[in-house]
């Protein structure tokens, strides 16, 4: 039973319409928005290469989650740049570093924001890389240990939640073994499990100063030609005790969304990189797109691949739009 019968443009012709049959929501709700803290006070210091996005001295950083929750956004992700970089990248486990001073106090002023860290040492080692560096190669699993310390120092300083992001062998079972032995069993694990190696990611790594000093993040992170092994990868930390799973980048990605919402039932996120923003800044500033219907279009592509969480750039001026 076709044309008269039916006419799928019944159901377009009012906005009252479209929204009662809307499958797809976005909700501020679902969005994490990442944060950069530095040290020192008073600083608000933009990132050249992310219009609108800052690193952070602690204090306003303070005042920048009060607006982020004000806003209805329950969670924000930290990152760090620390006061030196050394080739352990002792400053992302010091218990006095720069994301757990920032997650104290900012837990200390907003108990009720979840405040996410990401634990990886790349922000944090002089040569950029997420691991230990031993004759040219980056070292896994001397750098479960590190990862570990730097999980725990994270959790005794007040995280709701930790991030993996190094994408080595085996850190969600040695996180997850740490903070169990140190009474934080409650603490969940979001492990960032199909992280590519992606050029996406070039501007956070002038936000956060973390760009390898030699070679590349090929031999950890996932070749973007690879689509069943991220399945594989998934299904390890999930095993080894993830919580919340995670595809990154996620426009260029969103097979492997689908394939993940299909095959696992464990929450699933997806995280717009900051290429992913850049892009879409440079064309809107260019006069080239529509600013804010391309963001909204890309969230809820995400969303309608089966990401229940994102963490995006854009989640303050998202939940801004979304109250009116
Ligand atoms: C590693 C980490 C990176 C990002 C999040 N965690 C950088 C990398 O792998 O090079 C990238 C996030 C983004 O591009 O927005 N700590």
Redesign the pocket.
């Known amino acids: 039973m076709a044309f008269p019968i039916h006419r799928p443009r019944r159901l377009r012709r009012t906005e009252a319409i479209r929204d009662l049959v809307q499958e797809t929501r976005l909700s501020p709700r679902s969005l994490v928005y990442?944060l950069f803290a530095c040290p020192g006070s008073n600083i608000k210091e933009e990132i050249h290469s992310m219009p609108g996005n800052y690193r952070w001295s602690v204090d306003l950083l303070v005042e920048e989650c009060k607006s982020v929750r004000d806003l209805g956004i329950r969670a924000v992700i930290l990152f760090g740049i620390p006061e030196i970089k050394d080739d352990v990248g002792s400053g992302a486990y010091d218990p006095n570093g720069i994301v757990q001073r920032a997650v104290r106090a900012v837990k200390k002023s907003i108990p009720d924001l979840l405040v996410i860290c990401?634990t990886?040492l790349?922000?944090y080692t002089s040569h950029g890389h997420?691991g230990l560096v031993r004759d040219g190669e980056v070292e896994n699993d001397p750098t479960l240990e590190l990862l570990a310390r730097t999980a725990l120092t994270q959790a005794e300083a007040g995280a709701d939640m930790v991030a993996p992001?190094d994408m080595m062998d085996g850190r969600v079972g040695r996180i997850r073994e740490e903070l169990d032995s140190h009474s934080f069993s409650d603490i969940p694990i979001m492990a960032y499990s199909a992280k590519y190696a992606s050029a996406?990611?070039g501007?956070?790594?002038e936000a956060a100063d973390?760009a390898p000093q030699f070679g590349d993040?090929r031999s950890y992170?996932m070749d973007p030609a690879n689509q069943r092994e991220a399945l594989r990868e998934i299904a390890l930390d999930i095993e080894e005790g993830a919580d919340i799973i995670m595809v990154k980048p996620a426009l260029a990605y969103l097979d492997i969304v689908v394939l993940a919402r299909q095959a696992f039932d464990v929450p699933l996120a997806a995280?717009q990189?900051?290429?992913e923003f850049s892009v879409i800044e440079a064309a809107a500033r260019a006069g080239w797109i529509d600013r804010q219907r391309t963001v909204l279009e890309t969230l809820i592509s995400i969303r309608r691949a089966g990401a229940e969480i994102i963490l995006t750039y854009f989640a303050k001026e998202v939940a801004e739009w979304l109250k009116c």
Do not use: K
């Open positions: 990442p990401d990886c790349d922000e997420c992001s996406f990611y501007p956070f790594r973390s993040r992170q995280y990189v900051s290429g």
